[in-house]
């Protein structure tokens, strides 16, 4: 049993820090890995970016749309990616395929906000789907070979006036 006086990190896990400007000897004295004078070796200098004055490419470039905050990640699944690890023995056909499932056989890494159902490929198997959301050639091709899909996306309901 380690004692809490005998902690220690594994041995060549850490490094000293570099001290520099101590002198010839120690490889970093003088300029201290600088180089020789000009803005950049002396200190409080940050000019990422910065043009000579000039306006900076970042600023002179068109600016497009915006990207919002709120906006939702799937984890895409193509039909012919679902198929494979059925061929595969990955997935089970005959019982209930939801995102922990598709985890489970790999075909997904993570769910994040949801998974949507693509409609490449061809769908061979009868499936039962649960998914987040799925295109309408992936919601037709399911239910052309005999299976049936829910998506838990709520509809935005058209408000009548």
Request: hydrophobic share 35%; glycine share 14%; aromatic share 4%.
């Amino acid at each position: 049993m380690t004692k809490l006086n005998e902690l220690a990190p594994r041995e060549g896990s850490t490094k000293n820090r570099m001290r520099v400007g101590r002198g010839p000897g120690s490889g970093k004295g003088k300029t201290a890995g600088r180089g020789v004078k000009g803005q950049k070796a002396r200190s409080g200098v940050s000019i990422n970016g910065f043009e000579g004055g000039q306006m900076p490419l970042h600023m002179r470039m068109p600016k497009r749309g915006f990207t919002s905050r709120n906006r939702k990640d799937f984890a895409e699944v193509n039909l012919w990616r679902i198929e494979q690890a059925i061929e595969a023995g990955k997935l089970d056909a005959k019982t209930a395929i939801d995102a922990d499932v598709l985890i489970k056989a790999g075909v997904i890494r993570r769910v994040k906000d949801g998974v949507k159902l693509l409609g490449e490929g061809e769908c061979k198997s009868k499936l039962t789907l649960t998914v987040y959301s799925a295109t309408a050639s992936a919601r037709a091709a399911v239910e052309k070979a005999g299976g049936s899909l829910t998506t838990t996306k709520v509809e935005a309901k058209a408000e009548e006036a």
